[in-house]
Protein backbone atom coordinates (compact mmCIF):
# COMPACT_ATOMS: atom_id res chain seq x y z
CA UNK A 1 0.00 0.00 0.00
CA UNK A 2 1.07 3.71 -0.55
CA UNK A 3 2.03 5.31 2.05
CA UNK A 4 3.07 9.52 2.56
CA UNK A 5 6.11 10.81 3.99
CA UNK A 6 6.44 14.08 5.05
CA UNK A 7 10.07 15.35 4.49
CA UNK A 8 10.65 18.53 5.98
CA UNK A 9 14.20 19.97 5.88
CA UNK A 10 13.98 17.64 2.48
CA UNK A 11 16.41 20.34 0.22
CA UNK A 12 18.80 19.88 2.70
CA UNK A 13 22.41 17.42 2.95
CA UNK A 14 20.80 14.64 4.98
CA UNK A 15 16.84 15.30 3.83
CA UNK A 16 18.10 15.07 0.28
CA UNK A 17 20.04 12.13 0.27
CA UNK A 18 17.48 10.44 2.44
CA UNK A 19 14.84 11.27 0.05
CA UNK A 20 17.43 9.40 -3.01
CA UNK A 21 17.38 6.42 -0.32
CA UNK A 22 14.16 5.85 -0.15
CA UNK A 23 12.85 6.54 -3.96
CA UNK A 24 15.51 4.04 -4.85
CA UNK A 25 14.79 1.61 -2.27
CA UNK A 26 10.78 1.74 -1.68
CA UNK A 27 8.58 1.79 -4.23
CA UNK A 28 5.44 1.84 -1.93
CA UNK A 29 6.65 5.39 -0.35
CA UNK A 30 5.88 8.49 -1.53
CA UNK A 31 7.12 11.97 -0.82
CA UNK A 32 6.31 15.70 0.70
CA UNK A 33 8.79 17.95 0.83
CA UNK A 34 8.36 20.94 2.97
CA UNK A 35 11.31 22.95 3.31
CA UNK A 36 12.03 26.99 2.99
CA UNK A 37 14.68 26.34 0.75
CA UNK A 38 17.38 28.75 3.03
CA UNK A 39 21.00 29.46 1.81
CA UNK A 40 21.36 25.18 2.58
CA UNK A 41 18.25 24.33 0.84
CA UNK A 42 18.72 23.63 -3.03
CA UNK A 43 16.27 22.19 -5.52
CA UNK A 44 19.10 20.88 -7.19
CA UNK A 45 19.69 18.46 -4.16
CA UNK A 46 16.20 16.82 -4.80
CA UNK A 47 15.64 13.85 -7.50
CA UNK A 48 14.58 15.41 -11.18
CA UNK A 49 11.14 14.59 -10.44
CA UNK A 50 10.80 16.87 -7.92
CA UNK A 51 10.74 19.69 -10.24
CA UNK A 52 7.80 18.03 -12.18
CA UNK A 53 4.39 19.21 -10.55
CA UNK A 54 2.45 16.16 -11.64
CA UNK A 55 5.31 13.89 -10.08
CA UNK A 56 3.50 10.87 -8.97
CA UNK A 57 6.49 9.71 -6.01
CA UNK A 58 7.30 13.94 -4.90
CA UNK A 59 5.94 16.95 -3.87
CA UNK A 60 7.68 20.01 -2.88
CA UNK A 61 6.08 23.07 -1.18
CA UNK A 62 8.55 25.30 -0.38
CA UNK A 63 7.80 27.04 3.36
CA UNK A 64 8.60 27.23 6.57
CA UNK A 65 7.58 24.68 9.54
CA UNK A 66 7.13 27.27 11.55
CA UNK A 67 3.76 28.64 9.64
CA UNK A 68 1.54 25.58 11.26
CA UNK A 69 -1.49 26.41 9.21
CA UNK A 70 0.64 25.39 6.19
CA UNK A 71 1.97 22.10 8.22
CA UNK A 72 -1.29 20.71 9.21
CA UNK A 73 -2.59 20.93 6.03
CA UNK A 74 0.56 18.73 4.74
CA UNK A 75 0.00 16.94 7.58
CA UNK A 76 -3.88 16.25 6.69
CA UNK A 77 -2.53 13.30 4.17
CA UNK A 78 0.96 11.99 5.60
CA UNK A 79 0.87 8.80 7.34
CA UNK A 80 4.91 9.21 8.25
CA UNK A 81 6.96 12.45 9.43
CA UNK A 82 10.32 12.99 9.14
CA UNK A 83 11.51 16.53 10.55
CA UNK A 84 14.72 17.58 8.95
CA UNK A 85 14.52 20.71 9.10
CA UNK A 86 16.49 23.25 11.15
CA UNK A 87 19.08 25.65 11.03
CA UNK A 88 22.21 23.32 11.55
CA UNK A 89 25.38 25.77 11.23
CA UNK A 90 26.86 25.64 14.93
CA UNK A 91 29.39 28.41 14.14
CA UNK A 92 26.41 30.87 12.62
CA UNK A 93 24.29 30.13 16.07
CA UNK A 94 27.10 32.07 17.60
CA UNK A 95 26.57 35.26 15.67
CA UNK A 96 22.81 34.93 15.01
CA UNK A 97 20.78 32.89 16.89
CA UNK A 98 17.32 33.82 16.65
CA UNK A 99 16.52 32.29 13.73
CA UNK A 100 17.68 28.48 15.22
CA UNK A 101 14.99 28.89 18.30
CA UNK A 102 12.45 29.55 15.54
CA UNK A 103 13.05 27.17 13.19
CA UNK A 104 14.62 24.32 15.22
CA UNK A 105 12.25 25.07 18.85
CA UNK A 106 9.21 26.33 17.15
CA UNK A 107 9.18 24.63 14.10
CA UNK A 108 9.51 21.64 16.00
CA UNK A 109 6.58 22.89 18.13
CA UNK A 110 4.46 23.17 14.65
CA UNK A 111 5.08 19.82 13.43
CA UNK A 112 4.59 17.99 17.08
CA UNK A 113 1.11 19.90 17.46
CA UNK A 114 0.10 18.80 13.82
CA UNK A 115 1.25 15.09 15.08
CA UNK A 116 -1.13 15.33 17.52
CA UNK A 117 -4.26 16.80 15.50
CA UNK A 118 -3.51 13.89 13.07
CA UNK A 119 -2.34 11.61 15.59
CA UNK A 120 -5.43 9.14 14.11
CA UNK A 121 -3.58 8.58 10.61
CA UNK A 122 0.40 9.16 11.26
CA UNK A 123 2.01 6.41 11.81
CA UNK A 124 5.27 7.20 12.92
CA UNK A 125 7.05 10.84 13.62
CA UNK A 126 10.93 10.38 13.33
CA UNK A 127 12.52 13.66 14.96
CA UNK A 128 15.41 14.16 13.78
CA UNK A 129 17.77 15.55 16.96
CA UNK A 130 21.79 15.72 16.77
CA UNK A 131 24.70 14.58 19.17
CA UNK A 132 25.48 17.78 19.74
CA UNK A 133 22.85 17.42 23.00
CA UNK A 134 25.51 16.35 24.45
CA UNK A 135 28.18 18.19 24.88
CA UNK A 136 31.37 16.99 25.50
CA UNK A 137 32.25 13.50 26.08
CA UNK A 138 31.98 12.37 30.15
CA UNK A 139 32.42 8.79 28.95
CA UNK A 140 34.79 6.77 26.32
CA UNK A 141 31.86 5.69 23.85
CA UNK A 142 27.98 8.57 24.98
CA UNK A 143 25.06 5.96 25.02
CA UNK A 144 21.54 7.71 25.12
CA UNK A 145 21.98 8.04 28.59
CA UNK A 146 24.54 10.51 28.53
CA UNK A 147 23.75 13.93 29.97
CA UNK A 148 22.33 16.43 28.06
CA UNK A 149 24.80 19.21 28.10
CA UNK A 150 24.72 21.46 24.66
CA UNK A 151 27.35 23.69 24.04
CA UNK A 152 26.05 26.48 21.38
CA UNK A 153 23.36 28.36 20.66
CA UNK A 154 22.59 25.28 17.98
CA UNK A 155 22.83 22.64 20.14
CA UNK A 156 20.38 24.20 22.90
CA UNK A 157 18.10 24.97 20.04
CA UNK A 158 18.00 21.38 18.84
CA UNK A 159 17.82 20.01 22.51
CA UNK A 160 15.22 22.04 23.64
CA UNK A 161 13.78 20.11 20.62
CA UNK A 162 14.25 16.66 21.68
CA UNK A 163 13.19 17.16 24.96
CA UNK A 164 9.76 19.08 23.73
CA UNK A 165 9.07 15.55 21.25
CA UNK A 166 9.73 13.35 24.38
CA UNK A 167 7.23 15.33 26.22
CA UNK A 168 4.69 14.98 23.51
CA UNK A 169 5.51 11.34 23.32
CA UNK A 170 4.41 11.48 27.54
CA UNK A 171 1.72 13.40 26.87
CA UNK A 172 -0.03 12.70 24.26
CA UNK A 173 1.23 9.43 22.89
CA UNK A 174 2.49 10.60 19.66
CA UNK A 175 4.32 7.79 18.26
CA UNK A 176 7.27 9.81 18.24
CA UNK A 177 11.73 8.10 17.99
CA UNK A 178 14.24 10.71 18.52
CA UNK A 179 17.64 9.99 16.25
CA UNK A 180 20.42 11.82 17.61
CA UNK A 181 23.06 11.31 14.56
CA UNK A 182 26.94 12.26 14.96
CA UNK A 183 28.67 13.78 12.65
CA UNK A 184 27.67 12.87 8.96
CA UNK A 185 29.28 13.35 5.95
CA UNK A 186 28.83 12.58 2.12
CA UNK A 187 27.50 14.23 -0.71
CA UNK A 188 25.60 17.49 -1.00
CA UNK A 189 27.08 18.43 2.60
CA UNK A 190 26.92 22.72 2.14
CA UNK A 191 30.53 24.17 2.31
CA UNK A 192 30.18 25.66 5.75
CA UNK A 193 30.74 22.33 7.61
CA UNK A 194 34.15 20.99 8.08
CA UNK A 195 34.75 18.04 5.35
CA UNK A 196 33.57 19.91 2.54
CA UNK A 197 35.10 23.08 3.52
CA UNK A 198 38.79 20.94 3.72
CA UNK A 199 37.77 19.22 0.25
CA UNK A 200 36.79 22.53 -1.81
CA UNK A 201 40.00 24.09 -0.27
CA UNK A 202 42.48 22.04 -1.73
CA UNK A 203 40.63 22.19 -4.78
CA UNK A 204 41.01 26.15 -4.90
CA UNK A 205 44.37 25.96 -3.59
CA UNK A 206 43.90 27.67 -0.62
CA UNK A 207 44.91 26.59 2.83
CA UNK A 208 42.70 24.03 5.02
CA UNK A 209 42.12 26.47 8.15
CA UNK A 210 41.25 24.61 11.49
CA UNK A 211 40.02 25.98 14.58
CA UNK A 212 42.21 25.80 17.94
CA UNK A 213 44.66 23.26 17.64
CA UNK A 214 42.31 20.74 15.79
CA UNK A 215 42.40 18.17 18.68
CA UNK A 216 38.81 18.69 18.94
CA UNK A 217 37.48 14.71 18.10
CA UNK A 218 33.76 13.63 16.06
CA UNK A 219 32.52 10.62 15.48
CA UNK A 220 31.67 10.77 11.33
CA UNK A 221 29.39 8.72 9.80
CA UNK A 222 28.62 8.65 6.52
CA UNK A 223 24.89 9.89 5.50
CA UNK A 224 24.57 6.52 3.64
CA UNK A 225 24.23 4.97 7.22
CA UNK A 226 21.90 7.69 8.35
CA UNK A 227 19.75 7.16 5.68
CA UNK A 228 19.37 3.66 6.32
CA UNK A 229 19.06 3.84 9.85
CA UNK A 230 16.02 6.32 9.47
CA UNK A 231 14.09 3.73 7.23
CA UNK A 232 14.99 1.37 9.43
CA UNK A 233 13.26 3.07 12.27
CA UNK A 234 10.19 4.10 10.34
CA UNK A 235 9.59 0.33 9.25
CA UNK A 236 10.18 -0.75 13.26
CA UNK A 237 7.90 -2.28 15.46
CA UNK A 238 6.31 0.52 17.40
CA UNK A 239 7.06 -1.12 20.28
CA UNK A 240 10.96 -1.54 19.89
CA UNK A 241 10.99 2.23 18.77
CA UNK A 242 8.31 4.37 19.87
CA UNK A 243 9.42 6.92 23.17
CA UNK A 244 12.79 5.86 22.60
CA UNK A 245 15.73 8.02 21.77
CA UNK A 246 18.32 5.91 19.16
CA UNK A 247 22.19 7.26 18.58
CA UNK A 248 23.45 6.46 14.76
CA UNK A 249 27.17 6.56 15.07
CA UNK A 250 30.55 4.69 14.19
CA UNK A 251 32.04 4.55 17.89
CA UNK A 252 35.34 5.89 16.33
CA UNK A 253 36.59 9.55 16.55
CA UNK A 254 38.87 11.25 14.85
CA UNK A 255 40.44 14.38 15.25
CA UNK A 256 39.45 17.86 12.81
CA UNK A 257 43.39 18.11 12.80
CA UNK A 258 43.67 14.56 11.49
CA UNK A 259 40.78 14.91 9.19
CA UNK A 260 42.59 18.22 7.59
CA UNK A 261 45.89 15.98 6.96
CA UNK A 262 44.06 12.83 5.81
CA UNK A 263 42.24 15.09 2.91
CA UNK A 264 45.44 17.19 1.81
CA UNK A 265 47.12 13.23 1.62
CA UNK A 266 44.43 11.86 0.13
CA UNK A 267 43.96 14.13 -2.60
CA UNK A 268 48.10 14.85 -2.95
CA UNK A 269 47.97 18.42 -1.73
CA UNK A 270 50.85 19.78 0.42
CA UNK A 271 50.45 19.44 4.45
CA UNK A 272 52.18 22.75 4.79
CA UNK A 273 48.89 24.04 3.45
CA UNK A 274 47.20 23.37 6.97
CA UNK A 275 46.78 26.50 8.79
CA UNK A 276 45.05 27.71 12.28
CA UNK A 277 42.49 29.97 13.40
CA UNK A 278 40.99 30.95 16.79
CA UNK A 279 39.53 28.06 19.14
CA UNK A 280 35.84 28.24 18.22
CA UNK A 281 33.78 29.27 21.63
CA UNK A 282 32.30 26.62 23.67
CA UNK A 283 34.44 24.00 21.54
CA UNK A 284 33.26 20.37 22.37
CA UNK A 285 36.04 18.45 22.92
CA UNK A 286 35.20 14.78 21.93
CA UNK A 287 32.15 13.09 20.28
CA UNK A 288 31.96 9.23 20.13
CA UNK A 289 28.83 7.48 19.60
CA UNK A 290 28.07 4.67 21.26
CA UNK A 291 25.60 2.75 18.98
CA UNK A 292 25.02 -0.69 20.50
CA UNK A 293 20.92 0.25 21.01
CA UNK A 294 20.00 0.57 17.34
CA UNK A 295 22.38 -2.07 16.89
CA UNK A 296 20.40 -4.35 19.29
CA UNK A 297 16.46 -3.44 18.72
CA UNK A 298 17.12 -3.34 14.51
CA UNK A 299 20.09 -4.79 13.37
CA UNK A 300 21.11 -1.44 12.57
CA UNK A 301 25.44 -1.03 12.05
CA UNK A 302 27.53 1.33 10.09
CA UNK A 303 28.49 -0.06 6.72
CA UNK A 304 30.39 2.35 5.16
CA UNK A 305 34.06 2.27 5.43
CA UNK A 306 35.77 6.07 6.67
CA UNK A 307 38.36 5.77 4.15
CA UNK A 308 35.84 4.98 1.46
CA UNK A 309 33.53 7.12 2.74
CA UNK A 310 36.01 9.81 2.41
CA UNK A 311 37.44 9.04 -0.75
CA UNK A 312 33.57 8.84 -2.57
CA UNK A 313 33.01 11.87 -1.10
CA UNK A 314 36.07 13.63 -2.25
CA UNK A 315 35.00 12.32 -5.59
CA UNK A 316 31.62 13.88 -5.62
CA UNK A 317 33.27 16.80 -4.81
CA UNK A 318 35.00 16.79 -7.75
CA UNK A 319 32.93 15.89 -10.14
CA UNK A 320 30.35 18.55 -9.16
CA UNK A 321 32.24 22.10 -8.82
CA UNK A 322 28.71 23.93 -10.54
CA UNK A 323 26.83 22.48 -7.22
CA UNK A 324 29.30 23.72 -4.54
CA UNK A 325 31.01 26.81 -6.21
CA UNK A 326 27.71 29.13 -5.81
CA UNK A 327 28.82 28.23 -1.84
CA UNK A 328 32.24 29.41 -1.20
CA UNK A 329 31.03 32.83 -0.18
CA UNK A 330 28.71 31.27 2.62
CA UNK A 331 31.82 29.43 3.91
CA UNK A 332 33.82 31.34 6.21
CA UNK A 333 31.19 33.06 8.96
CA UNK A 334 32.05 36.20 11.09
CA UNK A 335 31.75 35.54 14.84
CA UNK A 336 33.27 38.06 18.02
CA UNK A 337 35.10 36.34 20.26
CA UNK A 338 34.89 37.34 23.88
CA UNK A 339 38.28 39.75 23.82
CA UNK A 340 36.07 41.58 21.19
CA UNK A 341 37.90 40.87 18.20
CA UNK A 342 36.08 38.99 15.07
CA UNK A 343 37.27 36.53 13.54
CA UNK A 344 36.46 34.75 10.60
CA UNK A 345 35.91 30.58 11.15
N1 LIG B 1 24.84 17.32 9.21
C1 LIG B 1 25.14 16.73 10.36
O1 LIG B 1 26.29 16.37 10.60
C2 LIG B 1 24.06 16.47 11.39
C3 LIG B 1 24.38 15.68 12.48
C4 LIG B 1 23.39 15.41 13.42
C5 LIG B 1 22.12 15.92 13.26
N2 LIG B 1 21.83 16.71 12.19
C6 LIG B 1 20.46 17.20 12.06
O2 LIG B 1 19.94 16.67 10.86
C7 LIG B 1 19.03 17.60 10.28
C8 LIG B 1 19.47 17.89 8.86
O3 LIG B 1 20.79 18.41 8.89
P1 LIG B 1 21.53 18.83 7.54
O4 LIG B 1 22.97 18.76 7.80
O5 LIG B 1 20.93 18.11 6.42
O6 LIG B 1 21.10 20.37 7.46
P2 LIG B 1 21.16 21.40 6.27
O7 LIG B 1 21.51 22.70 6.88
O8 LIG B 1 21.97 20.87 5.14
O9 LIG B 1 19.64 21.44 5.74
C9 LIG B 1 18.61 22.01 6.51
C10 LIG B 1 17.38 22.13 5.61
O10 LIG B 1 16.31 22.68 6.40
C11 LIG B 1 15.69 23.71 5.64
N3 LIG B 1 15.08 24.67 6.55
C12 LIG B 1 15.70 25.57 7.35
N4 LIG B 1 14.79 26.31 8.01
C13 LIG B 1 13.57 25.85 7.64
C14 LIG B 1 12.24 26.19 7.99
N5 LIG B 1 11.97 27.18 8.86
N6 LIG B 1 11.23 25.50 7.43
C15 LIG B 1 11.48 24.50 6.53
N7 LIG B 1 12.72 24.14 6.15
C16 LIG B 1 13.76 24.81 6.70
C17 LIG B 1 16.81 24.30 4.80
O11 LIG B 1 16.30 25.03 3.68
C18 LIG B 1 17.59 23.05 4.41
O12 LIG B 1 17.05 22.48 3.24
C19 LIG B 1 19.02 18.81 11.18
O13 LIG B 1 17.90 18.70 12.05
C20 LIG B 1 20.32 18.69 11.96
O14 LIG B 1 20.21 19.32 13.22
C21 LIG B 1 22.78 17.00 11.25
Redo the contacts with the bound molecule.
Keep these: MTKNILV??????????FIHHILATYPQYRITV?????????IE?LPPDAQDAGSDRVRVWC?????SDLVQTLMADADMVV???????VTRSIFDNL?FF???VL?TQAIANAVVKYAHRIERFIH?????VYGTAETPAMDEDHPLNPASP?ASA?CG?DRLVYSYWRTYGIPAVI???????GP???LE?AIPRFITSVLLGEDLTVHGDGSAARD??H?ED?CRAIAALITAPADKVVGEVFN?ATGTDRTILGIAQTIAQTMGYDADRISFVGERPAQVERHTGDWSKIEGRLGWKPLVVWDSGLASTIDWFRQNRPWWEKQVWLRRVPITTRSGRIEYH
Excluded: M, W
Design positions: TGGAGFIGSNLDAFTYAGSNGSVCNHFAAETHTQTDGVSTSEYKAVRPFNNFRQHKFVVTI
